[in-house]
């Protein structure tokens, strides 16, 4: 099986006459290449290189191409859009109302192949399924899915109609901003709370799962108010076991001096972090941070961590060839520091890990490939 990268697009050019292209910026260096890697449209899976945008996030593989001047160069192949997502415009082609689904037919090619989204009822919004008729028009979101089988979905959502008729029956939906979610408690903290307590229930008992993921967010978001080195490590620990980070593991705090406050394998991508509420923290971590990255150099690494019951177990991980990183989370911006053989060391901010966790939360589909290329290039999201 061909070794996959992930990376964010740096420059696309598509002119007239000339072959479309891009170029992408690896989230780690691709032996035997340097720098930005170029890949052709054709090598584009589930989507037209009319749709692709600069700091897309991708995963593709690595080919030769054996230039006209007879020199070879490696370019990218198979590049997959991880998390991507297009607001389209198209007319209704089909619709049936026993079923609670139909087609919609884009005013653009979505790819070569061109064919209709299907879409669920579910779908729709301000409008129901019922005051819907072929040929209306409307706009929605769609988000291109890939999977490594090579299955390739088009997750239709959001769809309202561009010139509602009158006098039908409107279904109102909770419109929840993202600016909202992430923001910090501070003293609304107990009428979040009670609001959680008393979560609005619709006519059939059936919870508004909209509200629901909105004050989860809000109350996960208070991070802003923790002044406690252990408390934020804690919180660190768990905002990583909801993003679905399975090897994940803390160390023990009783015999901690100079070791980090945890570790974790999640895909290709292997972290060791340290957890400080410090701004500057530089010049007291520089010992630790090189100790930190002395460990990943190795082929694998052992580390005593805790169980909920309080014992202290040991376990050997294999992290050769896995993206190693250093992450220092804090309070502050998230950027990279810099790059020693290959591992990188990064200040991470823990309001960026929670942004990921509200993407995860609202997305339909979020995989393990997925999450890990997203906490890979997370300096540059």
């Given at each position: 099986m061909s070794v996959k990268f992930t990376g964010k697009i740096r420059a696309i050019s598509i002119k007239e006459g000339k072959s479309r292209l891009g170029f992408i910026d690896p989230d780690r260096p691709i032996p035997g290449h340097e720098g930005d890697i170029l890949f052709f449209a054709d090598k584009l899976i589930g989507i037209s290189i009319e749709y692709v945008e600069r700091a897309d996030v991708v995963e593709f593989s690595i080919t030769e191409w054996n230039r006209k001047d007879g020199t070879i160069q490696?370019?990218?192949?198979?590049?997959r859009f991880l998390n991507k997502t297009i607001s389209l415009t198209g007319v209704i082609n089909w619709v049936s109302i026993e079923k609670g689904n139909g087609f919609i037919k884009t005013d653009q090619p979505l790819d070569n192949l061109n064919k209709d989204l299907f879409f669920f009822k579910e779908d729709l919004e301000e409008i129901q399924i019922e005051n819907i008729v072929k040929g209306d028009k409307v706009r929605f979101v769609v988000k291109i899915i890939n999977y490594r089988d090579g299955r390739v979905i088009k997750s239709v959502k959001h769809i309202q109609l561009l010139s509602p008729r009158t006098n039908q029956p409107i279904h109102s939906v909770t419109n929840i901003q993202t600016s909202d979610i992430v923001s910090p408690i501070n003293s609304q903290t107990s009428e979040i709370e009670k609001s959680i307590t008393n979560l609005q229930v619709y006519n059939n008992n059936i919870f508004n799962l909209k509200e629901l993921k909105e004050k989860i967010c809000l109350f996960l978001g208070n991070h802003k108010t923790l002044s406690d080195p252990a408390e934020f490590e804690d919180y660190t620990f768990m905002i990583l076991r909801l993003l679905g980070i399975h090897s994940l593991y803390q160390y023990d705090k009783k015999n901690q001096a100079g070791r980090a406050d945890g570790f974790f394998i999640i895909g290709s991508l292997a972290v060791m972090y340290d957890c400080t509420l410090r701004n500057t923290f530089e010049e007291h971590k520089k010992e630790q941070i090189e100790n930190y990255v002395n460990k990943l150099k190795n082929s694998q690494i052992t580390i005593d961590?805790?169980?909920?019951?309080?014992?202290?177990?040991?376990?050997?991980?294999?992290?050769?060839?896995?993206?190693?990183?250093?992450?220092?989370?804090?309070?502050?911006?998230?950027r990279e520091l810099y790059d020693v053989d290959g591992i990188r060391v990064k200040e991470v901010a823990v309001q960026d890990l929670m942004n990921v966790f509200n993407k995860r939360l609202y997305s339909d589909a979020f995989e393990e490939d997925e999450l890990s290329a997203n906490l890979a290039v997370i300096d540059k999201s």
């Open positions: 490696k370019i990218a192949q198979e590049v961590f805790r169980l909920t019951n309080g014992d202290v177990r040991k376990k050997t991980l294999q992290i050769q060839g896995k993206n190693c990183q250093v992450w220092i989370i804090t309070k502050n911006n998230t």
